[in-house]
């Protein structure tokens, strides 16, 4: 319900948003840093205040939203993807297969992600795309992990075997019988995924990397209200602090709810 | 058992020779060292006589060989920035960032178990409920701003702690560590606390979805039909099973904390390795970047093996041997 | 206490689960003795609420479920009456139970020794060693070959039937009055299972210990027990001596589940089977609930059935029992 | 009363008809083999070693068309593996698997597939073998699908066919498989497996997860079907009631190893093996009262490292020193019945 | 008091070598200027001042003459001789490894003459008026006690040895630096008996830390928290104009297509718009720098016309900075054939200059609002450097810390990049311009001051003109500390302990 709000809220921003948070011809330094319900120079209300540049904080809000979503789930998507399907293949194919892959795993967790990160997008530039891929190479290797762990105890289970025996092309056990079965997991870590990718793209940012400056995401824009903190301009960081928390805790409601919908156990 | 260590020792060779190349590289691709290290009014000349003398005019190929074969002698190279052996630098500051670490592991637990275990012993309750609705608030908080929230109420508002540095350190091992002091202890707990955040969930969770499965066991039954007191039900029978994939999680996360110590580190001028790193990043510092991550695999691995063994001696169904 | 005082006496016990989807009544209505020294058999399908009852003889329905009514009598004093701190001492203690997945009843991360010292130690003041003592001892009675080294294992390194040996040390650890066995060898193999009926039979006739054995395997009970009660849908549907009841069953469920047994059968033949299947619990008819299955269904059946003694000491919860053939047989 | 009749028939053409399933010197073995470092430091003089389960060990088993085979045996014996190389869904680690005469390995395209699809395996466990995310139509009517049996057109008719010859409610189709009961479920299994026209089943310990009642039901089912569509079972359970009922013939496993294979008669009456004699004698029945439980003495070893010579000798009250190291070979003691045992010998 | 005894102080940058000759670097600057004493020092307002030299004058054009301090002894009790400055001079172009040495000061010294124990003559290939401001950057080692001291000897202390006014007592890599007064000093002796020297990189904490009474001094306040600290009663703020001038560097390299810079339908323009003086001019008049400096910086910076500010050797009288005129902007661009303006993206680092990402957004904002459709890119120094360095930009924000004499900003930035003559080393928009370069030579050979002067003044005029960079403002140099603290502030940003003294009774420091 909550989700349901936040992502309308994300698609339509350009619809729905005062200003255009993006269009540098819209904002004013001199409408800078200020406070909660003021009126602008250019004569509207700015409910939720501005930050520096001048920038409606709403619109801001609305449109950052857009940018943390797509890159959270954009990420999380992709990186499950590629995960799953890595992690299905080492599962099934077993052997040497499996041990090229587990050594990917292996050599991907064991490089701190905020560090590959950031090298990739020292290396790559910002951008938004170049997050999404920065946080796809960071992440597939728990996919790759969470799926081969739950491959290879479901593969064992008879119904796979009833498959094998009905002669069933191999791809379509594993994709028809075998994948479906192994996304409850999958679902979990990618809600916890998505909620982290969010949080470290604003880490990126924060680390001065990350999104655009002129169009900030959620994270950005904490990061950049955070050194006004300490002057007392809390609006700045306060109000994306807030719904970048309603957005990740609503992602959380929707994976737990996403699982109960999977799970045939209890559909009607 | 040896087999177990051998097989480790290898992959830990292969892995860390992959991750010097791909660093190497990484590096490469960022940027030109000189750039940013040289004296912006140096001219031509002097830029070139840098080059020279940081070895940055062969072909990186033959400095990666250079670098190997330094590598398997010990000397990982010496830092652009700080003319000190790479190695040194890092072993220099490893213990703080270790002890951060570990304090935080030691909070994450402390604060964790119990909160957790109460959720999964009554899960029912508006208690248990907030503690699960709040566990999701470490996950989503960006630590930068947290950490710096601390520093705003504990140190500037109520005073209570100091507000950055490492303190006062005392010395064990021909090594500083701060938590031998008080006044160490003191700075160390809000960075602890802000590295922690996300543990503590995840050990909360952990803990309540450990609690609650296990609650369901026919052993926990069993143990209730003999009679025995619900506290050693919870804290014997029921404890010592959820602690397996705690202390699993934990462990594997802990090279996760000394990563993302990075950021704590810079907002708590805490003097440790995540700060050296996003500082020679900064100026592509490349000898200390490539021996760090060098470092952090080995400890990676480490930490592994040393989660496996703990593993082992926790859960008496796993054999080594029978580790793949 | 004389030989034929009852160590347990069960009356009307009622046990419902509260859940969101309606109250499930797992044992609803059911009465039986059991006396020193004997055994009696607890018959019945999946779900019919064996095991519902087992716990709730030594008090360990978890919520949502609860007794509902009936008394529990142990040695004369109604359970139902103790606080949890009365029914802890006595369970483990006077009343023991053992699980059915042997697998399952030990803590895999606690050594055998543990498990069993702290079952000592929670209703005896005796120091470490001598509830070691008791320990080693105990195993020893169940027949697990060197003691002292098994006692340092952990229930891994055991098979099955050692593990389910183990449990029965468990219980036996206080000599308890009385052990409710879940179930406890239909996951281990023939030849196991005879070694822990054997080591059952055994225990009843030197210590006295009434037994309460749990199984849906009519022919395990046939070779254990001295009484017998049938379950079905929660309720007991028939009751007394095993002879009686295996050569001359009252209820029409009974004789159809004597009858699908396949050695009752000729070979090659069909069996003689129960037509449908059992119902939820959930939603159980009016009346009897074996009605919809049973080939002598009336319309009076919809009426709650009585369970009368059509003879000393055999009870069947049907209006038109299986006399003819009884008298036949 | 008349289907009593028509039963007789297969035990009377037991052994008579063509072989349908062969196995010759059949061997399954579950290795862990060495990596790299394993194998190093076994040069360096670390004790390891690799571990082998001989899962299934030598067996020779041959099954005639329209015959019921009872494979009986304890748990982790090797059943369940031997079921699984005649159902072509495990290939041997040694030896041959003959259908109708042709190695199953020899053979490739839609030939192979198709002698597999022959033959089918109904599972022991109702809820594990069927896929909880699939509604019962897919279970069913998929592999004839994939595999042209029949078309799209005609999929439901067909799978409603299907669900009432195992004696389900074709209304049923559109739940998932955790909306029936046990008894239901099995017959969804054996509904999918009947649903690729197989003329041969392997039981996998079919019915030991279900009430008696219901255990009743689906045992008349496999007779029913047998009758009708002229199947041959390989039978596989621990409960010697049930086989006793349903074989023409029994074969007993020990540790991977057939010990004694005899009609079922025989084996009820002149059991030769002290192994089967004692499994004979342990199997509560319903007619005994208040009996002398003894039990076989011993644990079951372990398939990994088993006992030389005779598997059994551990716990054979009449275990000699032979015993200890030579194998006995399964060698037949009277027509049609074969057994293993040293003792056979003295005689 | 008691308190006064240990001054801490916090930096914002972290010092990476104790070793003066190692890395030329601020920070390292700093505490050098603390452990060691320069033959020239400057003042606060970076004008030179005696220091181990007490007068210097040239003998013949290519002759200088450097008298040296009397009885000054390093803090090891060595002496201080004309010998020790010979060997210094010997070292600094022979550091090893090192990335970013001052040999460039050392350089144009072709042979070292010691006269006596107290004067050394520095001979040049032609007149070098330079000589002094170059020897200003020079830390001078002793000859024993350095002879053979290598980098590390320098981190770890062992040969932390100099004739400053402080002695290095411990230094914890990346942490702390702990001094303790040198009672021995021949200048004006410490407030403080002991100084702890903390580094915490992030502003915030820095601020926070000074706030929540940690540390008692801090620099490089951020500000955004100026006009929290202007309020605070607890905490005094010390500021100076510094020599920092920040500006926009423009392709001048291409005369075809700039990479940035496309029309208003995202086609490239064939000719790059740059190269007309309109339009730079437009571009410059286009932007309000008072809005910047009051909006952006809070104040903290004061809006500039030309590199050096006022009161500063050869800062040009009169040529203030352009009024911020869009219509006069809109119609130089209709002028150089663009009245509909063209689209642009200016690039810039963010983790460099203060407040650099907003301030290209604010430009970015001003451009756009003359028809100039303006992206921005911020990005991390260490890309952002290189790719300026390859002349990848059309548009950039970058800042320079200037000396103070017009020549280094001239040389560096706006003269033809020519490697013989170690000119333009840091002119990345390739501006190229001989009558500039002309005049540049002409002055750099002029060792009469007053005439140096006027030929810098004329050479910077030119530049401006020509807009051959678009200047913005020069950053003002903020330092805070707790009320009860004086400071001296530097033009030259260097943070350093003997600046630091307890505030006359009553006295503020600002
Ligand atoms: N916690 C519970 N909540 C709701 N219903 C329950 C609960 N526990 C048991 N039941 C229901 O009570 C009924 C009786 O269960 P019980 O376990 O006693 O059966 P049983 O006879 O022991 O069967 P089995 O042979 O399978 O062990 C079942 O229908 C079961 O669904
Ligand atoms: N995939 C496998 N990998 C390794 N070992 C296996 C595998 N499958 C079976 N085994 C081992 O082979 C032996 C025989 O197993 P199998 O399942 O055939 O026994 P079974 O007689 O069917 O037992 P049960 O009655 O328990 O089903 C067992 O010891 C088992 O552990
Ligand atoms: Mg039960
Ligand atoms: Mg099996």
């Known amino acids: 319900m909550v989700f349901t709000i936040i992502a309308l809220i994300a698609i339509f921003a350009p619809w729905i948003a005062p200003q255009n948070p993006y269009d540098l011809a819209q904002l004013d330094i001199m409408d800078g840093r200020m406070e909660p319900g003021t009126v602008g120079g250019a004569g509207f209300t700015y409910w939720l205040g501005t930050d520096d540049q001048g920038r409606d904080m709403l619109s801001g809000i609305m449109y950052g939203l857009r940018i943390s979503l797509t890159v959270g789930a954009g990420s999380a998507l992709i990186a499950c993807l590629v995960g799953a399907s890595l992690g299905m293949m080492a599962a099934y194919a077993g052997g040497r297969t499996d041990g090229l892959i587990m050594r990917l795993v292996d050599l991907q967790l064991s490089f701190p992600a905020i560090l590959a990160a950031l090298m990739i997008l020292a290396f790559l530039g910002k951008g938004i795309l170049n997050v999404v891929i920065a946080l796809v190479v960071v992440e597939w290797a728990y996919y790759a992990r969470t799926v081969r762990g739950s491959a290879l105890v479901e593969r064992r289970r008879e119904y796979i075997e009833a498959a094998q025996c009905l002669a069933l092309p191999t791809r379509r056990i594993i994709f028809r019988h075998l994948l479906p079965n192994c996304l409850p997991p999958l679902i979990v870590v990618a809600t916890m995924q998505i909620a982290r990718a969010i949080a470290l793209e604003a880490t990126l940012s924060f680390l001065g990397l990350g999104v655009p400056i002129t169009e900030p995401s959620l994270g950005l824009l904490i990061a950049n209200g955070y050194e006004y903190m300490l002057s007392g301009k809390y609006w700045i960081s306060f109000y994306p602090g807030i719904a970048l928390l309603v957005t990740i805790v609503s992602i959380n409601l929707v994976g737990d709810q996403l699982r109960d919908v999977l799970n045939p156990r209890l559909k009607k | 058992m040896t087999v177990f260590l051998l097989r480790r020792l290898m992959q830990a060779a292969v892995v860390v020779l992959a991750m010097s190349l791909l660093v190497f590289i990484g590096v490469y691709a960022i940027g030109d060292p000189v750039e940013i290290l040289i004296s912006p009014e140096a001219d031509q000349i002097e830029r070139e006589r840098a080059i020279a003398a940081l070895g940055l005019d062969l072909p990186l190929w033959q400095q990666y060989l250079v670098f190997l074969g330094k590598a398997l002698q010990g000397d990982l190279g010496r830092s652009f920035v700080f003319n000190e052996p790479a190695l040194q630098l890092i072993l220099q500051r490893m213990p703080a960032t270790l002890e951060l670490a570990f304090g935080a592991t030691f909070a994450a637990l402390l604060i964790g178990l119990p909160l957790g275990l109460y959720a999964g012993l009554r899960p029912d309750s508006s208690v248990s409920k907030g503690i699960m609705a709040t566990s999701i608030l470490g996950f989503s908080l960006p630590t930068f701003w947290v950490g710096l929230m601390l520093i705003m109420v504990f140190a500037v508002q109520l005073g209570w702690l100091p507000s950055t540095g490492r303190g006062e350190t005392a010395e064990l091992f021909g090594l500083r560590w701060s938590f031998l002091t008080w006044d160490g202890l003191a700075h160390m707990v809000m960075p602890a606390i ?130 793949a | 206490m004389n030989d034929t005082a009852p160590t347990l006496e069960v009356r009307e016990l009622r046990t419902h689960f509260f859940t969101r989807a309606g109250v499930v009544k797992a044992v609803d209505d059911v009465s039986f003795t059991v006396r020193r020294g004997k055994v009696l058999g607890l018959v019945g399908e999946s779900g019919s609420g064996k095991t519902v009852t087992g716990f709730s003889i030594i008090g360990l329905v978890d919520p949502p479920g609860r007794i509902a009514g009936g008394q529990i009598l142990f040695q004369g004093k109604d359970l139902a009456s103790l606080s949890e701190a009365e029914m802890r001492h006595l369970r483990g203690n006077r009343i023991a139970m053992i699980f059915q997945d042997p697998m399952m009843t030990l803590n895999p991360v606690l050594r055998i020794d543990t498990q069993m010292i702290e079952t000592v130690q929670a209703h005896a003041k005796v120091s470490r060693e001598e509830a070691r003592q008791r320990a080693r001892d105990a195993l020893g009675q169940v027949g697990i070959p060197s003691p002292d080294e098994r006692l340092k ?177 | 009363m008349s289907e009593a009749m028509t039963a007789a028939r297969p035990a009377a053409t037991a052994g008579a008809g063509a072989p349908i399933i062969e196995l010759r010197g059949v061997s ?320 | 008091g008691a308190g006064a005894q240990t001054l801490t102080m916090a930096v914002g940058a972290p010092v990476t070598s104790i070793d003066p000759h190692y890395h030329q670097l601020s920070p390292n600057n700093a505490v050098a200027d603390m452990i060691f004493d320069k033959l020239v020092n400057t003042d606060g307002q970076a004008r030179l001042i005696p220091g181990l030299a007490t007068e210097w004058r040239v003998v013949e054009p290519n002759l200088w003459e450097f008298k040296l301090r009397p009885g000054v002894r390093f803090h090891n009790g060595s002496e201080f001789t004309a010998d020790d400055v010979a060997f210094t001079l010997s070292r600094v172009p022979n550091v090893p490894n090192s990335p970013s040495s001052f040999a460039i000061y050392t350089r144009p010294i072709q042979q070292v003459e010691i006269v006596d124990s107290h004067t050394i003559r520095l001979r040049t290939a032609g007149p070098y008026p330079l000589m002094p401001m170059d020897l200003s950057n020079i830390r001078i080692l002793d000859r024993e006690t350095h002879g053979n001291a290598t980098t590390e000897d320098f981190n770890s202390g062992r040969a932390a040895a100099g004739t400053g006014p402080w002695r290095m007592v411990s230094h914890r890599n990346g942490d702390r630096i702990e001094f303790e007064r040198n009672d021995a000093y021949w200048g004006d002796r410490p407030a403080f008996q002991r100084v702890d020297y903390r580094m915490i990189t992030n502003d915030a904490a820095r601020t926070a830390a000074l706030l929540a009474g940690d540390v008692e001094f801090i620099d490089q306040v951020p500000t955004s928290d100026l006009a929290k600290l202007r309020t605070d009663q607890r905490v005094a703020l010390s500021e100076t104009t510094g020599l920092r001038i920040i500006f926009l560097g423009l392709d001048h390299m291409r005369t075809d297509a700039s990479p940035f810079i496309t029309d208003n339908n995202g086609q490239p323009v064939p000719h790059n718009p740059l190269k007309d003086v309109r339009v730079r001019r437009a571009l410059s008049v286009a932007i309000d720098r008072q809005a910047i400096v009051d909006r952006v910086m809070e104040g903290a910076a004061t809006p500039a016309g030309q590199f050096l500010p006022a009161g500063i050797f050869s800062h040009v009288p009169g040529l203030e900075a352009p009024r911020p005129d869009p219509e006069a902007a809109k119609r130089l661009l209709a002028e150089a054939g663009f009245p509909q303006g063209f689209r642009i993206t200016l690039h810039g680092p963010n983790d460099r200059y203060i407040n650099d990402s907003r301030i290209i957004q604010a430009v970015g904002q001003m451009w756009t609002r003359i028809g100039v459709r303006t992206a921005v890119e911020a990005q991390p120094w260490t890309t952002f450097v290189g790719r300026a360095g390859r002349q990848e930009f059309s548009a950039f924000l970058i800042g320079w810390g200037s000396n103070p004499e017009g020549s280094h900003p001239l040389r560096n930035l706006v003269a033809t990049a020519d490697r013989e003559r170690g000119w333009g080393a840091s002119n990345r928009g390739r501006y190229s311009n001989p009558e500039l370069d002309r005049m540049i030579e002409v002055a750099l050979g002029e060792l009469d001051d007053a005439k140096r002067e006027k030929l810098l003044q004329d050479a910077q005029r030119l530049a401006m003109e020509d807009v051959a960079i678009i200047p913005l403002h020069i950053q003002t140099n903020i330092w805070a500390m707790r009320r009860g603290l004086a400071h001296t502030p530097r033009a030259d940003e260097l943070t350093r302990a003997q600046d630091v003294r307890p505030a006359a009774q009553g006295g503020s420091a600002r």
């Open chain 4, 28 to 347: 399954k073995r579950f290795s862990r083999s060495l990596d790299f470092a394993a194998k190093l430091a076994r040069r360096l003089g670390a004790p390891v070693r690799e571990d082998v389960v001989h899962a299934v060990d030598g067996v020779d088993l041959t099954i005639h068309k329209g015959e019921v085979v009872g494979l009986v045996g304890e748990s982790g014996c090797g059943k369940s593996t031997l079921g699984r190389m005649v159902a072509g869904i495990m290939p041997p680690s040694a030896g041959t698997v003959l259908r109708n005469g042709q190695d199953i390995t020899t053979l490739g395209g839609a030939e192979a597939r198709l002698g597999k699809l022959r033959t089918q395996m109904i599972f022991q466990d109702p809820y594990a073998s069927l896929n909880p995310r699939m509604k019962v139509t897919e279970i069913v009517g998929e592999a004839p699908l994939v595999h042209g049996l029949v078309r799209r057109a005609g999929l439901d008719a067909y799978v409603d066919a299907q669900l009432r010859r195992a004696g389900l409610d074709p209304a049923f189709k559109r739940r998932y498989p955790h909306q029936f009961s046990g008894g239901q479920r099995q017959r969804i299994g054996i509904a999918r497996a009947l649903a690729v026209q197989p003329d041969f089943l392997v039981c996998d310990e079919a019915v030991a997860a279900l009430d008696v009642s219901i255990q009743a039901q689906i045992l008349n089912l496999f007779m029913q079907l047998r009758r009708e569509l002229d199947l041959t079972y390989l039978f596989i359970s621990h409960d010697l009631g049930v086989v006793e009922h349903l074989s023409d013939r029994v074969v007993i496993m020990y540790l991977g190893r057939v010990v004694e294979e005899a009609p079922v008669a025989e084996i009820f009456q002149r059991a030769n093996h002290p192994y089967t004699q004692a499994l004979l004698a342990e199997v509560p029945r319903i007619d005994a009262r208040k009996r002398a439980f003894a039990g076989v003495k011993g644990e079951i070893p372990s398939p990994i490292n088993p006992p030389s010579g005779c598997h059994f000798h551990p716990r054979c009250p009449f275990a000699m020193e032979r015993c200890r190291v030579e194998r006995p070979a399964l060698r037949e003691i009277a027509p049609g019945h074969r057994s293993a045992c040293h003792l056979n010998d003295r005689v």
């Open chain 3, 153 to 329: 294992s952990y229930p891994h390194q055991f098979s099955g039937g050692m593990r389910q040996r183990v449990a029965i040390a468990i219980a036996l650890l206080h000599k308890p009055d009385l052990i409710i066995a879940d179930e406890p060898t239909t996951a281990l193999d023939v030849t196991i299972q005879g070694q822990i009926l054997a080591e059952a039979q055994k225990l009843c006739a030197e210590t006295g210990t009434a037994l309460i054995w749990i199984t849906h395997d009519l022919s395990v009970v046939a070779g254990l027990a001295d009484d017998i009660a049938v379950m079905y849908a929660g309720k007991v549907v028939e009751s007394g001596p095993v002879s009686q009841v295996l050569d001359a069953p009252l209820h029409p469920y009974t004789v159809g589940l004597i009858g699908s047994v396949p050695s009752r059968n000729r070979r090659g033949e069909p069996l003689r089977q129960i037509p449908g299947m059992t119902p939820s619990l959930l939603n159980l008819p009016e009346g009897c609930a074996f009605r919809s299955r049973c080939p002598r269904a009336e319309p009076n059946c919809a009426v709650p059935p009585p369970m009368p003694e059509y003879r000393p000491g055999r009870f069947a919860r049907c209006i038109h029992p299986h006399l003819e053939e009884a008298v036949a047989a």
């Open chain 2, 194 to 323: 802000n590295l922690a955040l996300f543990k503590i969930s995840l050990v909360i969770r952990l803990t309540r979805a450990g609690v609650r499965e296990t609650m369901l066991m026919d052993y926990v039954k069993f143990a209730r039909a003999k009679g025995l007191s619900p506290a050693r039900v919870t804290f014997v029978h029921v404890f010592k099973n959820i602690l397996i994939p705690v202390v699993t999680v934990v462990g594997l996360e802990f090279g996760g904390t000394i990563a993302f110590s990075v950021v704590t580190e810079s907002i708590f001028a805490w003097p440790g390795m995540g700060k050296l790193i996003i500082d020679s990043i900064n100026v592509l510092d490349r000898p200390v970047i490539v021996a760090y991550l060098m470092i952090i695999v080995l400890m990676f691995i480490t930490i592994n093996l040393v989660v496996d063994l703990t593993y082992s001696l926790l859960d008496p169904r796993v054999r080594l041997e029978s580790k």
